[in-house]
């Protein structure tokens, strides 16, 4: 009796209506294979260490605690601000809080129920979001662990680059250790770093940009070609997709530096009002002694140009947040339809980053409530789902873990999606 699997490949930062027969063929192609779904959105923040703990859990950032790719701790009564995408942030986010996540992952889901093995190429952080505790096998570049995070053998380490050869190495590695060898677990996902890591530096829509997308529609066409030729692909989930999209930065704002000039903020330094930018979005956290500056915090941010949607500590509900950590009120940045120079739309206003890469004006970036940013795509074949259809109901995706379980015959509760076969059930 064959067991069934689930396989689930990410592009990372590929927005929906970039796929087309002359820039992604082979997925492009697949919609025939699989259910697409056409009304797919992702979290706030659109942000790949979000998406990933909410693709993981199944979960809204409320309630599996990993509020931004940028967030804040409250650590011996202060405000301390992290870059979510460290290799130990949610180890050390455990040591603070007591949990790495608020939820359960699928590795953990899975852990006596066949297995999870996760290969990934984005930053460590969002890697390791998928599998914190250490329930299965993850592999990634800054280190690959066994159960109870014990590190793997340097010959099974993954020794790869945040580029196109390295995501290519990694498919050929994923294919050969997970997809066609034996012993195959419940689940296995690779998640590509392209083309989200040459979109942060590149126009969309330039030629540089579209080779990237046809390298990493290559990658996603090896791994189909490998679960086409699987004996017991009838049993087998095969979901392809992306964790969000990207805008065009139009601008860089110095979000503290404006409400250290209204008054708002004490300094740039200071620890009572607390940016933490997540790309063309902010998250904005208050100490209990500056909880006074709220609404006029949320007054100012809405008078300025450069602020699409402003949601303030009783609207977080709206975007899937919870106030922990003294999160106050958030930011979507302003958006707009006008074109790049090459004929893409979608622009937005980036917060500036407190610290790493500076924005490339002119180049992609997400993190917000944007049109393209919030348009990732998906496809699905396999039990449940019909070849050649389009499903237009929304879906998102905290929708990804249920579906996985309910293909696997395990319970999908405490979760905030729905399973997505047709039916409810695999």
């Given at each position: 009796?064959?067991?069934r699997r689930a396989i689930l490949v990410i592009l990372d930062g590929l927005r929906r209506d970039l796929i087309s027969p002359e820039t992604t063929p082979h997925v492009a192609a697949f919609a025939a294979q699989a259910e697409q779904f056409s009304d797919y959105s992702t979290v706030f923040p659109s942000c790949t260490r979000v998406v990933s703990a909410?693709?993981?859990?199944?979960?809204?950032?409320?309630?599996?605690?990993?509020?931004?790719?940028?967030?804040?701790?409250?650590?011996?009564?202060?405000?301390?601000?992290?870059?979510?995408?460290?290799?130990?942030?949610?180890?050390?986010?455990?040591?603070?809080?007591?949990?790495?996540?608020?939820?359960?992952?699928?590795?953990?889901?899975?852990?006596?129920?066949?297995?999870?093995?996760?290969?990934?190429?984005?930053?460590?952080?969002?890697?390791?979001?998928?599998?914190?505790?250490?329930?299965?096998?993850?592999?990634?570049?800054?280190?690959?662990?066994?159960?109870?995070?014990?590190?793997?053998?340097?010959?099974?380490?993954?020794?790869?680059?945040?580029?196109?050869?390295?995501?290519?190495?990694?498919?050929?590695?994923?294919?050969?250790?997970?997809?066609?060898?034996?012993?195959?677990?419940?689940?296995?996902?690779?998640?590509?770093?392209?083309?989200?890591?040459?979109?942060?530096?590149?126009?969309?829509?330039?030629?540089?940009?579209?080779?990237?997308?046809?390298?990493?529609?290559?990658?996603?066409?090896?791994?189909?070609?490998?679960?086409?030729?699987?004996?017991?692909?009838?049993?087998?989930?095969?979901?392809?997709?992306s964790d969000h999209g990207h805008q065009t930065v139009s601008g860089v704002i110095h979000i503290e530096a404006e409400l250290v000039a209204a008054g708002l903020k004490e300094s740039l330094d200071s620890d009572e009002v607390v940016v933490a930018s997540n790309g063309t979005s902010a998250l904005i956290y208050l100490h209990p002694d500056a909880a006074?500056?709220?609404?006029?915090?949320?007054?100012?941010?809405?008078?300025?140009?450069?602020?699409?949607?402003?949601?303030?500590?009783?609207?977080?509900?709206?975007?899937?947040?919870?106030?922990?950590?003294?999160?106050?009120?958030?930011?979507?940045?302003?958006?707009?339809?006008?074109?790049?120079?090459?004929?893409?739309?979608?622009?937005?206003?980036?917060?500036?980053?407190?610290?790493?890469?500076?924005?490339?004006?002119?180049?992609?970036?997400?993190?917000?409530?944007?049109?393209?940013?919030?348009?990732?795509?998906?496809?699905?074949?396999?039990?449940?789902?019909?070849?050649?259809?389009?499903?237009?109901?929304?879906?998102?995706?905290?929708?990804?873990?249920?579906?996985?379980?309910?293909?696997?015959?395990?319970?999908?509760?405490?979760?905030?999606?729905?399973?997505?076969?047709?039916?409810?059930?695999?």
């Amino acid at each position: 009796m064959n067991v069934r699997r689930a396989i689930l490949v990410i592009l990372d930062g590929l927005r929906r209506d970039l796929i087309s027969p002359e820039t992604t063929p082979h997925v492009a192609a697949f919609a025939a294979q699989a259910e697409q779904f056409s009304d797919y959105s992702t979290v706030f923040p659109s942000c790949t260490r979000v998406v990933s703990a909410s693709l993981a859990t199944g979960c809204l950032p409320a309630h599996h605690g990993l509020q931004g790719n940028t967030m804040v701790l409250v650590e011996d009564g202060r405000l301390v601000r992290h870059d979510a995408g460290r290799p130990d942030f949610l180890q050390h986010k455990r040591r603070v809080t007591g949990r790495s996540l608020g939820v359960p992952t699928l590795a953990e889901r899975l852990r006596e129920h066949g297995g999870a093995v996760i290969f990934s190429n984005v930053s460590p952080g969002a890697a390791y979001a998928h599998d914190p505790d250490g329930h299965g096998r993850i592999y990634h570049r800054a280190g690959s662990f066994g159960r109870g995070r014990t590190p793997l053998p340097e010959a099974e380490q993954l020794r790869v680059s945040l580029d196109v050869a390295g995501d290519r190495a990694m498919t050929e590695r994923f294919i050969a250790e997970t997809v066609l060898a034996a012993g195959r677990p419940a689940l296995t996902l690779m998640w590509l770093g392209e083309p989200d890591s040459s979109q942060h530096a590149l126009p969309l829509g330039s030629p540089e940009h579209l080779a990237v997308l046809t390298e990493a529609d290559r990658n996603a066409k090896r791994v189909m070609d490998a679960v086409a030729q699987l004996p017991d692909r009838e049993d087998v989930l095969f979901l392809l997709g992306s964790d969000h999209g990207h805008q065009t930065v139009s601008g860089v704002i110095h979000i503290e530096a404006e409400l250290v000039a209204a008054g708002l903020k004490e300094s740039l330094d200071s620890d009572e009002v607390v940016v933490a930018s997540n790309g063309t979005s902010a998250l904005i956290y208050l100490h209990p002694d500056a909880a006074a500056r709220e609404a006029a915090i949320a007054s100012f941010l809405a008078g300025q140009d450069w602020a699409g949607t402003v949601l303030t500590r009783a609207e977080l509900h709206r975007i899937g947040q919870s106030t922990d950590n003294g999160l106050a009120c958030a930011v979507s940045m302003r958006e707009t339809e006008a074109p790049n120079a090459f004929g893409i739309v979608g622009t937005s206003f980036a917060a500036k980053r407190s610290e790493g890469k500076e924005d490339v004006i002119g180049a992609g970036q997400h993190g917000g409530l944007g049109a393209a940013e919030q348009s990732p795509f998906l496809m699905i074949s396999g039990p449940g789902f019909l070849a050649g259809a389009e499903r237009s109901k929304a879906a998102s995706v905290i929708d990804i873990a249920p579906t996985i379980l309910a293909h696997l015959g395990l319970p999908g509760s405490g979760t905030d999606g729905n399973a997505l076969q047709r039916g409810g059930c695999g």
